[in-house]
């Protein structure tokens, strides 16, 4: 597989998700049976800071567009808050959607806390703590993208006490094989204060249990205890492919640029030989180029099993979330391969 920096394409200026009274974050997109493109994205409300409120108040959201670079519309909120009973029952948030033989299944991350919120939506370290450790990775289900979801009453991830992966499950990264069997990369650690890290599990349908694979350990790229996360794994080319964020610049030169990573089994990972698969440094169709504050959670549209876009979450400013006044997700398409091109051509 070429680089996958050299596939990237210029960003359209008015793609992607954005509202002017909402921190929108996340954002995956799969096409639907209507021939139109289905975005879920977390989304909450500006009337609180990004953070920490993102643990305390984000939803997963539906918007449409009739083509992969949008703008998307907004649709409607589909997991909503329903309690502190539920595993999911106060906020969801890294929705990845993906189709499993007829169904859709979104996988998220599902948050739930009993501790009480300030005026303003003040959020206590004490509940951020506790919000952050609820963390748990689990799925809703539908026949279409427009729903209705059927959601899980537990997540199909949960923590190891004793383990590496003791404190909470996030950041899912699935990748649903051609026999039904789901890969999932998830991102955890063994206590709040500990290094983020990633682990592989995997479940023989979506209606199995996830057993976790490999050693006892999570995965490792150039050294022990490197920073990084939001991966999005797919599988091409006889392999398996990863992106992810480059959260400390070591693997790409660049301060959470994203980075490339491939392997055989998806367990085992290396770095792709050219590792930067993006920076923060966007170009735009009309030209110019800007360094966006933040360029996360990237997400791919896959068609025909080649992937034809990237979607991130986005933000002004210098960088930091505290000082950005805006978030969306944006979209950059990517450049078709020849040997694509031909393929596609002679199956018409």
Known sequence: MPSFSNQLQPAPLHGGFYEEDHWIWCGSVIRGEDDLYHM???????????????????QIVHAVSSTPEGPYRFVEEILTPRGPDFWDG???????IHKVGKRYVLFYTGISYRGGLGPEGQVSEEVRVEARGSQRIGF????????????????CLDTRPGHWDAFMTTNPAPC?????????????????????????AKAESIHAPFERLGEDAPITLLEEGLSYEDAYIWYQDGGFHMIFNDLTGK???????GAHAVSADGVRWDLAPDPKAYSRKVRWEDGTESVQGSFERPQLLIENGIPTHLFAATADGPGGFSRASHTWNMVIPLRKREREVKQTTSQK
């Open 40 to 58: 879920f994205a977390s989304r909450w409300s500006k009337e609180v800071p990004f953070t920490p409120n993102w643990l305390t108040h984000s």
């Open 90 to 96: 106060c906020a969801t948030h890294n929705p990845t």
């Open 176 to 200: 649903v094989l051609p026999d039904g069997q789901i890969l999932l990369l998830y991102k955890s650690t063994h206590s709040n204060k500990g290094p983020i890290q990633y682990g592989v």
């Open 251 to 257: 693997i790409t030169g660049e301060d959470h640029a």
């Open 140 to 155: 809703a289900t539908a026949l279409s993208p427009h729903g209705p979801w059927t959601r899980s009453d537990s997540p």
